[in-house]
């Protein structure tokens, strides 16, 4: 089976934003005034695995690398099969079709 470039680009460039947001929310201030929303960015960056991890109890701790790191890794595997998937379904549409 070959490798997906639309999944590869699509995972790339999530990871570029994701370790983007990470490292911008450690370095940031993190004080929003009267409220303090620390980890969020985090949160939501890796939300397709972090929020049932949340859910069944096990709350990644975003100031370890190696848990955020797991986390990017996992969502970029996701996003890469979301990629390639979207990759073969445009494929199966235009198949057989003559190239304009």
Do not use: H
Request: net charge neutral.
């Amino acid at each position: 089976m070959a490798m997906s470039k639309t999944g590869a680009v699509l995972a790339l460039v999530y990871v570029a934003v994701a370790i983007w947001v990470v490292v911008s929310e450690r370095t940031g201030s993190g004080s929003g005034g009267w409220i303090s929303l620390n980890g969020m960015g985090s949160f939501l960056i890796t939300f397709p695995v972090s929020a049932p991890l949340e859910i069944m109890g096990m709350r990644p701790d975003y100031q370890k690398t190696f848990d955020i790191g797991a986390a990017i890794l996992a969502c970029a595997v996701l996003v890469y099969f979301i990629g390639a998937g979207l990759e073969w379904l445009v494929r199966q549409m235009f198949a057989g079709r003559p190239d304009s």
